[in-house]
């Protein structure tokens, strides 16, 4: 029996919100990163048997190659600017960049991708699908996104702000690996040039702590 697009996109919303409770509580503690690793491998399972069921799916995440190019042609330059204000702002407020290591850039962008689907393939498809107006919908996945990095004041209101700018680029023109892309480069740029921090942290803090 078929299910209800509006029922099913109500409880991932729901389910959605439920393991961003968790993933907060649990952040900072000894079980940090057993939470991530199970929600994670919860929500890949359940991803990858819609996915057998409905393959045009892998095309409504965002996940196939065709929009590529025309994406590349938005976030391209939005993401070059919002780059070159970020650079900016951080040399005028903290001087030059941090040293960083480089293993941050082969892991960064994996997670910025996972963050990505999550936030647009699962959250945002899903107020949409639920009757949410495509204004509000940046407007919300913002503020969910900024949420996510909590206790982090800063870096929460640095995600509130990228996830806005993530999601109107990635509704215009939705290709979830191009605003993966934009979001590796901006969000390891505003760590490092606005908050001094090394991106590796991030991993780091997911660690048990001695």
Known sequence: M????????????AAAL????????????????????????????YLLLRLKRHPA???????????????????LPV??????AVILAGWTLRGPLPPVGWWPLAIYPLWALAQEFALQAV???GLATL??????????????????????????????????????????????WVVAASHAVLGAAAMMALLGKDPAQEFAALLPQP
Do not use: N, Q, Y
């Open 131 to 176: 009757g949410v107006r495509g204004s509000l919908l940046p407007v919300f996945a913002g503020a969910t996104f900024g949420l996510a990095h909590m206790p982090d004041l800063p870096l929460a209101a640095i995600a509130a702000g990228g996830g806005t700018l993530w999601t109107w680029l990635w509704l215009r023109a939705p290709s979830t």
């Open 18 to 45: 439920g393991c961003l409770a968790v993933r907060i509580v649990a952040k900072d503690t000894g079980w940090g990163l057993a939470a991530l690793a199970i929600l994670c491998a919860a929500w890949a399972a």
């Open 57 to 75: 799916l892998w095309v409504a995440w965002g996940l196939g190659w065709a929009p590529v190019r025309g994406a590349l042609r938005l976030h």
């Open 123 to 125: 959250f945002v498809r």
């Open 79 to 84: 993401t070059l600017l919002a780059l070159l």
């Open 2 to 13: 078929p299910v209800d697009p509006r029922r099913r996109a109500a409880l991932e919303v």
